[in-house]
């Protein structure tokens, strides 16, 4: 595999495949890339010279071009293409470069264009500009020396229902997962955004995800996670107003009162400057052809929640659907109490990968079936702090990892972390 470093954990069933290769930026934390039945979850690239160590000279185009070759290096790697690529993020440190971004991502993806995200923050590890996450399909799976589904295909669609754009599709789906692209609170009519304040702007950025949701007939209580991007923090209860209006969205989920799993960032700015941004990923029950019917029907969402750890009444803990439980974003709050843990980042640090660990076992999984971890820090510079309290829960370095400074935390934390775990065992409907 061009001179990849592998380590397959859990041998029976799907595997979790960590892979690293030396024609990119490698790190004793996390690796490049975990792949884990059909998905390969790739750690955010930053625009690092893989040989030197170092952050490639120039400005944005440059470092742009390092963060996407970096990319290409790894999916590469292990001979797949970016054709591959079904969802790319670009972190920005300044919104203004993210033209200049556009023509260099314009030169990696020439013809099909995944999903994406973009969004400025407040800083980036090593002070670099720009920083870029990518998730690849992994058709042949991890089931150990035996190919899972045969070749699935990739289905990607757009509707003119919802804002379009020739830099990426609306939503790509691949085996069980549909990823739609961050929606922005635009008309798709006039293409501007909508008038009025944060809450008219979630209401149309919801709008849009329901949009392209009906046109590829999925029912909007399928979306297992939901990130969502603020210009300011304190717009988080407007929104939240809106947003219990849209989930749950049919009787089935209001009986059982269904929400996704939850992240809720700090954006620094965001396209267009709006006030809001909102991502979804969404179950796909019935797979992308060719799959067996026993491989694509009947399978089920599976919330959980566990009293030792935070509960909050918008979001679900962890959101199982298929081979992949989403974990919702982890502040460092006593689950008992509610409130922030006293103490330093190392403390807020270790909270958070408590509760992670806590809601991970309460679904009879293990730290190691974690195949990705965010890692989002009030201040950049506390990083190495963080990294001292993390390699305890991850001796192996095994996760691939995204680590983004931002400008505030719900509850003034410094620290939040959210997290995607391996399912080897699937959600097949209850016996």
């Known amino acids: 595999m061009n001179g990849c470093n592998a380590v397959l954990t859990r041998n029976t069933e799907n595997a979790v495949l960590a892979r690293n290769t030396e024609n990119a930026p490698k790190s004793s934390l996390y690796s490049q890339t975990v792949a884990f039945s059909h998905y390969n979850n790739l750690s955010a690239q930053l625009p690092i010279d893989p040989k030197s160590g170092e952050l490639v000279a120039g400005g944005i185009k440059e470092q742009a071009e390092q963060c996407f070759k970096n990319i290409k290096a790894i999916v590469d790697s292990i001979d797949h293409a970016m054709s591959d690529v079904v969802r790319i993020t670009v972190f920005v440190k300044n919104i203004k470069d993210i033209d200049a971004v556009d023509e260099v991502y314009k030169t990696f993806f020439t013809s099909y264009v995944p999903t994406r995200t973009i969004v400025a923050v407040a800083a980036l590890p090593m002070d670099a500009l720009v920083q870029v996450e990518a998730l690849v399909s992994n058709g042949e799976g991890t089931i150990p020396n035996a190919p899972q589904a045969g070749d699935l295909i990739k289905l990607t669609n757009n509707t003119a229902n919802a804002p379009t754009s020739t830099l990426s599709t609306q939503t790509v789906a691949f085996s069980h997962y549909n990823n739609i692209s961050a929606q922005l609170p635009i008309d798709p009519k006039s293409g501007k955004l909508v ?16 949009a392209i949701l009906e046109s590829i007939d999925v029912p909007f209580d399928d979306i297992v996670k939901i990130n969502i991007f603020l210009k300011n923090i304190s717009d988080i209860e407007a929104v939240n107003e809106v947003y219990t209006t849209f989930f749950p969205d049919s009787a089935i989920a209001r009986a059982v009162a269904y929400v996704p799993a939850r992240t809720i960032v700090a954006a620094s700015d ?11 990923v969404v179950s796909h029950g019935d797979g992308t052809p060719p799959q067996a019917v026993e491989d694509r029907h009947g399978i089920i969402i599976n919330a959980n929640n566990t009293e030792n750890a935070p509960i909050c009444p918008l979001s679900t803990q962890t959101v199982a659907f298929s081979h992949y439980n989403h974990i919702s974003a982890q502040l460092p709050l006593d689950a008992k109490t509610n409130e922030i843990v006293a103490g330093d980042v190392k403390k807020q640090a270790g909270q958070c990968l408590k509760n992670l660990k806590a809601i991970v076992e309460s679904i009879d999984h293990v730290m190691d079936d974690v195949v990705k971890v965010n890692i989002f820090l009030k201040n950049i510079a506390d990083i190495d702090a963080v990294d001292e309290v993390y390699s305890t829960f991850f001796p192996g370095g095994v996760p691939a990892r995204r680590t983004v400074g931002v400008s505030a935390l719900p509850k003034d934390a410094l620290i939040q972390i959210d997290a995607v775990v391996s399912n080897a065992e699937g959600t097949p409907p209850k016996a």
């Open 270 to 280: 965001l396209p267009m400057h709006a006030l809001v941004q909102i991502e979804a």
């Open 195 to 210: 008038t009025g304040g944060v809450k008219e702007q979630a209401g149309q950025c919801l709008k849009n995800i329901k």
